[in-house]
């Protein structure tokens, strides 16, 4: 009975290996046609990416940020303003807030352009000038004041029972240094201005910068302070032995207008102190120096030695030399050579802006340029520059 009913049943019923032959090939069929659609997915995919490309090689896409040129619009318009007058071009940059610089109404002239404003600069700076040694600093006010601590923190040894007494408190000293006008004026012709092959703009900076370095150089050093800048050689000196703040201390010759031989040289370097002398420097003009070249040491060697590298400066027992053609030749109580940390004893107080006002009507048939610039300077630091007076005592 069991053995008839296992048969019916198996011949009825489909085998297990047709099924899974079954399967097998719907699996194929249906992976054949997934893999056609991936084909074509893809295809469509390629060209898409092609015509995409194509559309970028055509027709380029602008950069979405790229640098901009500032100076431009107002180099530009300063250029126009300075051949013809035309200030149009400067005005509309007062109100371009992407502007680097702006212009200044036509009463006090127009700001020079950065490229001509930094041609100017670094012409005074490679000037024969105290400028090249002293402390530079850019101000926007009318003043610059410095603050110096000229004297000591009192100081004293205790032990653990002992009372401690009161040490004494130092005094700030404040030094204010006025800014003053500096002004030039070059003409040129408008037959000139008009051809646009002569450089203006080059020609302007250097004219400027001539009269400029030349004018500030002598104020650094003889400056009386009025409408000028104060010259270190204007505050009244003293013996060193007997110097006190406000004055310059001097070292002397021991000869009338004259050297006595290269002992007078040592005693300024050594009166100036110690924490001075790592960075000081020491200041003549031409005469001066061919003098004190041909000054030597007991031994017979030269006290000047050349820089051994191109563009090092000479040295005197060990000290750079800066050639300043406004101090004063040897001669009876001069003081012909100064020695010093000029970059904490004297200061230079500038504004970075210049300006420049076009004149045609003053000179005709010329036009005039009045430029200007702010600047001031005076002695910041009492002890930190020495000078050798030519005299007995």
């Known amino acids: ?8 049943r198996t011949g009825e019923g489909v085998s297990p290996v047709s099924e899974v032959k079954s399967a097998v090939t719907g699996f194929m069929s249906d992976f054949k046609d997934f893999k056609d659609d991936i084909h074509q997915r893809l295809h469509k995919q390629e060209e898409r990416l092609t015509m995409l490309d194509r559309k970028s090689q055509t027709f380029a896409r602008p950069a979405l940020a790229v640098e901009t040129d500032f100076e431009a619009p107002h180099k530009k318009a300063f250029n126009a303003y300075l051949r ?31 490229q001509t404003s930094d041609t100017v600069k670094s012409v005074l700076n490679t000037t024969a000038s105290i400028r090249a040694i002293a402390n530079v600093v850019n101000v926007e006010a009318t003043s610059y ?26 005094t700030i000293e404040r030094i204010t240094i006025p800014l003053h006008e500096l002004s030039a004026l070059p003409k040129a012709s408008q037959r000139l201005l008009d051809d646009s092959a002569f450089d203006i703009e080059g020609w302007l900076a250097g004219r400027i910068a001539d009269k400029f370095a030349r004018a500030e150089a002598a104020a650094f050093v003889t400056g009386d302070g009025i409408d000028k800048p104060t010259g270190f050689l204007t505050h009244p000196d003293v013996a060193d032995a007997s110097w006190s703040w406000g004055q310059i201390g001097y070292v002397a010759t021991g ?7 290269g002992d007078a040289l040592i005693d300024l370097v050594y009166a100036l102190g110690a924490e001075y002398r790592a960075n000081a420097s020491f200041v003549m003009n031409s005469k001066t120096a061919g003098a004190v070249r041909k000054l030597k040491d007991n031994d017979g060697r030269f006290l000047w030695s050349d820089g051994l590298a191109a563009g090092e400066p000479a040295r005197l027992l060990g000290y750079p030399v800066l050639i300043a053609e406004d101090m004063p030749d040897i001669a009876s109580g001069a ?29 005709k048939p010329h036009v005039l340029f009045y430029a200007t610039k702010r600047i001031g300077g005076d002695v910041s630091d009492f002890a930190a520059i020495k000078v050798l007076k030519f005299s007995v005592v």
């Open 145 to 170: 004041d410095v603050l110096i601590d000229s004297t000591d923190v009192g100081a004293g040894w205790a032990d653990e029972t002992s009372a401690s007494s009161e040490t004494g408190t130092p």
């Open 335 to 363: 003081n012909a050579i100064a020695f010093g940390d000029f970059a904490s004893g004297y200061t230079v107080a500038e504004r970075p802006d210049l300006r420049v006002l076009r004149d045609p009507f003053s000179a």
């Open 1 to 8: 009975m069991g053995k008839t009913e296992t048969k019916s």
């Open 255 to 261: 000869v009338d207008g004259a050297f006595a031989g």
């Open 84 to 114: 013809s007058g035309e200030d149009d071009g400067l005005r509309g940059l007062e109100f371009d807030a992407k502007s680097m610089s702006t212009a200044v109404n036509s009463d006090g002239g127009y700001l020079v352009d950065p």
